[in-house]
């Protein structure tokens, strides 16, 4: 059965790559994006082919417009578009909010919140019933961060994941009627190659011990909720963020 075309922005690696190999042998065709590791997106793909599915590396930096067409192009060229994992995001090295300048923050937000809008918008205009489409899902990875605020280490990032999250909700219910979900899911502490972006790569390693389940999350834990909202079995949830926190950042 043909189940459409999934975007994973961010597809290279960590949870994207978890995702996209998850997406695929589900069914769906894949487009695998990358920012510059087209050696990673490339092994994604040749993972995915080796189990006998669709998938295509396709460069882009998701806080450049041209780029995001570039990035909806070639999934037109693959097939129906059925869905959208908006994952693509990154950090900056821990600092505070005095020493945040524009620079930091332009970036910061471009990445993380303006292309996750961007993307979400082009997907809209293939998948709504509005314009013609078929229906879809759409998926935003924010993060516990947008709830913890992550004093003195990247408040500006867990503000960037908060509008991921208030996206979600309003753009959920504006499209609920048009054959399109939207929901998120809110990832705690996942053991990959994000955190060297805060300069201090072993961070994560170090915080695993304080955390509830006294372990860093995996990249597949993440996906398994990413391709359960993306999948029909999801059919009646939109507007929703799942924490895959692991217990980290639940309580009131
Ligand atoms: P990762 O291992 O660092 O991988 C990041 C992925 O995003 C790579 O595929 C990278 O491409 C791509 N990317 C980075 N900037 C991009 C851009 N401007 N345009 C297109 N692609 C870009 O990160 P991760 O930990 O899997 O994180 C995935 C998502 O989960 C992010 O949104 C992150 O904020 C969120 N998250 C992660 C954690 C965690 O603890 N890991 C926690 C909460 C939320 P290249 O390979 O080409 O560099």
């Not at 295509?56 to 041209?66: F, I, P, Q, T």
């Amino acid at each position: 059965m043909d189940k459409g075309v999934v975007i994973v922005t961010g597809g290279s690696r960590g949870i994207g790559a978890a995702t996209a190999m998850l997406a695929a042998s589900r069914g769906y065709a894949l487009v695998v994006n990358y920012a510059s590791n087209a050696a990673a997106a490339e092994a994604v793909c040749a993972a995915i082919h080796a189990e006998g599915g669709t998938a295509v590396a396709v460069r882009g930096d998701v806080s450049d417009e041209a780029d995001i067409d570039h990035i909806f192009a070639a999934a037109d060229r693959v097939g129906r578009l059925a869905g959208l994992v908006n994952n693509a995001g990154a950090v900056d090295v821990a600092a505070r909010v005095e020493d945040f300048d524009l620079a930091r923050l332009s970036r910061m937000f471009a990445v993380n919140t303006f292309g996750s809008i961007l993307c979400a918008g082009r997907a809209v205009k293939r998948m709504s019933t509005r314009h013609g489409g078929a229906g879809g899902s759409i998926v935003n990875v924010t993060s516990a961060a947008a709830k913890l605020g992550a004093p003195g280490v990247y408040v500006d990032y867990g503000a960037a994941k908060g509008a991921v999250d208030s996206l979600t909700v309003g753009l959920a219910l504006e499209v609920a009627g048009e054959g399109i979900r939207v929901n998120g899911v809110r990832p705690g502490i996942i053991d990959t190659e994000i955190h060297a972006g805060t300069g201090e790569p072993d961070r994560a390693a170090r915080m695993a011990a304080s955390l509830p389940m006294s372990r860093l999350g995996r990249a597949q834990e993440v996906a398994q909720a990413i391709v359960w909202l993306l999948s029909d079995e999801a059919s009646y949830t939109t507007g929703s963020v799942i924490n895959v926190t692991g217990g980290r950042g639940v309580a009131p």
